[in-house]
């Protein structure tokens, strides 16, 4: 089924918000990785932390509520939830290196079926910097890519990442439009079809090899 | 004992070619009034250390626009596309950290710390030229502590004893960098006559010396 | 998220020979409730990670008057003549640490860093048995991160969310160890229901696993 | 001359009082070097700081302002002065470490030509620790000794320290009830003699070779 892109990214964003558990603390990447968080349950609160200092990410702002001195990583203003706090950037990344982040959803341009990301560096075409992508991705207790499966109709799951790596080996969940994987000591298993998609249409569009284990 | 001057005066503290630490991430917490003045001047090939370039008509990224930065050692440079095209078109160097690292590595210079390890990094361009260290059978990156000349500094509060304290998400890079610059010079938005509460003090005052009454009272 | 217990209930969290974490720093910003509990009980053989062991009628100094440590890893010992003694007498094993050195290995392992370089110790017994790495130049030992199963920390103000702040020069380790334990319990002495303000907290209730409302307002 | 311990330590404290320039953040030794604020000029501030987390020690407490949550690194209800702050022991040696101290004094068991210095342990025999002593020599911009010249009869200045180090290389200035001295570049070099004590007397009671200098 042809799906369009913001079709493909609502789904995703809404698998994604199922991995949510109530109490986690999560990170989430700017963009697709953001939206799941309109998804969640009403009975799983989770607090949200941003690289530039909040922990307790609320609403966006809006005109009653306007505060340039707060805003999110991707520089948009945001509120606070009750509980939260601001830290600064030695504090924001010590959390996230030092283990107490419970989960991070970020976009890749490539991951891999050893658990390799690549998500900061096109060579000579496209360099952004890792911003705090990299120190997101080695301390956190899972970590979840959110992607739409191709781009351009160009697999973006590999055998191996021909990109500049992000990290290597540190990829848990891979959730795409059309599937769900997990990456378990280097193997990377199929463990969901999304009803939009079929196992055929996978194997076309996944360029590595992978185990089908839908049971677990 | 922190002085108090204008953001004209301030321009005196700077040389060509010297490593200048700038505050802020993005759009929030970013000093202004001195960078300004800096605009007015002939100074430049400054090393910048911060955490991005932010956009070509805020703080810092208007540097970077006025051809100031000859090298920018920063975690992005995504949202100034005039750095991307300097950088693609070899006009300007830059050195791109981990924000994290790029934190640890400036708190390591402000606290005398010949460096710290990180995992950070491992297995990716990063490590490159890097030592690696291992400890308790674990690898780690060794990375150097990083020290300015110079920083500029937003502060939300501030009193005459140089003490500063921030709201909402402008503390980022403005809490570090004082300890770390040989000269540090504050933009404070509200400076007050009485000491701030020594509880809630961020920044200790001694790590202040040149502090500025910001003209413009939003972060940017 | 944060569970409010009482101290006899936090004794539940400790096992014979497990490492803990005790902030203060001599007779200031103290806990003291759990460690009463503590001494009600069979437990034992713990290493001790503090400043200090206080004073013997003092929070963690009492729990080497009661031979519950077996080990302490602290920067100084003089004013609990009792460690003393038993350290003479080798009931207990003590391992001298730097302040500031103790300080960067735990907040080392709260933020993920595989060690710190620091000049301080060199030429000294200090460097016994530790690497020493030249970065510019210079010399510097590697010491690696120190982390514990339980710390107890004092703090003067908490919220329902775990937050913490604090009053006076209370801050000491309390602000450092709850990154750097498995099971945080923190005792407080005041709890409100309100949020405390997200620019004054000084420790993310995130670090916070168990609240106690401290019995005795004083700091011991 | 023979002084009592009392004029003998009054001596010192007085001298180093004159060392402290207005504006210096300094940090001092539990016990006499502390005495020295008594001495300070009226027209010198300056920024006491204790390494238990305050920035700008006022004077000791008393009926009227008593607080158990402030205390002095030896334990003491202190005050804070306006302008203070009160920060943790990571902040409060990071301060120290990184040469954000201008002057520090601090006692000693012994201290040699070399500007070696060693107070923290006596093997064997009294171990207390080093404390934050090993952190506050290490960044400070200058280190002064304060001491008395002897214990019991035998010199504490010696050629070469025997008990274990605090520092290597690192004292600047020594200040007895006898002398001041310099070091420089590995040299001990005598700059003052007290009016209560002659040339002879502190050659009898140093144990390390001196260069006499008075003219600096």
Redesign the interface.
């Known amino acids: 089924m042809e799906l369009t892109k913001e079709q493909a990214q609502e789904i995703i964003a809404r698998r994604v918000a199922r991995e949510f558990k109530d109490g986690d603390v999560v990170t989430l990447g700017i963009g697709l990785p953001t939206k799941a968080i309109s998804y969640v349950s009403d009975d799983v609160h989770i607090i949200v932390q941003s690289e530039n200092g909040v922990l307790g990410v609320g609403a966006y702002q809006d005109d009653s509520n306007r505060d340039p001195h707060i805003i999110n990583a991707g520089g948009f203003g945001v509120t606070i939830n009750d509980g939260g706090c601001f830290v600064d950037s030695l504090t924001a990344f010590a959390m996230m290196r030092g283990g107490h982040i419970d989960l991070t959803v970020l976009g890749a341009l490539q991951v891999d079926a050893e658990g390799n990301l690549a998500n900061w560096c096109i060579p000579g075409k496209f360099t952004p910097g890792m911003g705090g992508a990299m120190d997101l991705v080695v301390g956190t207790k899972r970590l979840i890519i959110a992607m739409e499966h191709t781009a351009k109709g160009a697999p973006k799951i590999l055998q191996k990442c021909t990109l500049p790596l992000t990290v290597a080996h540190k990829v848990n969940t891979i959730i795409t439009e059309k599937a769900v994987f997990e990456i378990i000591n280097n193997k990377l298993i199929l463990r969901e079809i999304s009803p939009y998609s079929s196992l055929d249409e996978i194997r076309q569009t996944t360029d590595a090899e992978f185990i089908v284990d839908l049971t677990a | ?1 922190v002085k108090f001057i204008t953001a004209k005066e301030a321009t005196h503290f700077f040389k060509n070619g010297q490593t200048v630490m700038i505050g802020g ?5 970013n000093p202004q009034d001195v960078i300004t003045e800096i605009l007015k001047t002939n100074l430049k090939d400054f090393t910048l250390i911060a ?2 370039t932010a956009t070509p008509e805020d703080s810092r990224g208007k540097l970077v626009v006025a051809h100031k930065i000859k090298k920018a050692i ?6 100034n596309q005039e750095t ?1 095209r300097q ?1 693609n078109a070899k006009e300007i160097e ?1 050195d ?1 950290q ?4 790029l ?2 590595r400036i ?20 490590a490159e030229n890097k ?1 690696i ?1 291992t ?2 059978n ?1 690898q ?1 990156l ?1 990375e ?1 502590p990083l020290k300015a000349d110079v920083a500029i500094i937003y502060a ?1 509060y501030a ?3 140089g ?1 500063l ?12 960098m004082p ?1 770390a610059a040989d000269v540090v010079i504050v933009e404070a938005e509200n400076i007050s006559e009485q ?2 509460s ?5 920044v ?4 202040v010396d040149y502090m500025i009454k910001k003209e413009n009272n ?3």
């Open positions: 004992m991430f993005l759009n929030c917490g955490n991005d920063v975690s992005h440079i995504g949202t991307v950088y830059v791109l981990p924000q994290g690292t934190a640890e708190r390591a210079a402000g606290a005398g710390l010949g460096g710290i390890l990180t995992p950070v990094g491992l297995n990716t361009l990063v030592q260290i400890v308790d674990k780690y060794l150097t939300t009193d005459k004893f003490n304290a921030f709201h909402g998400s402008t503390k980022n890079f403005n809490v570090l300890m000491p701030l020594p509880d809630n003090i961020v200790p005052g001694i790590f939003g972060t940017d």
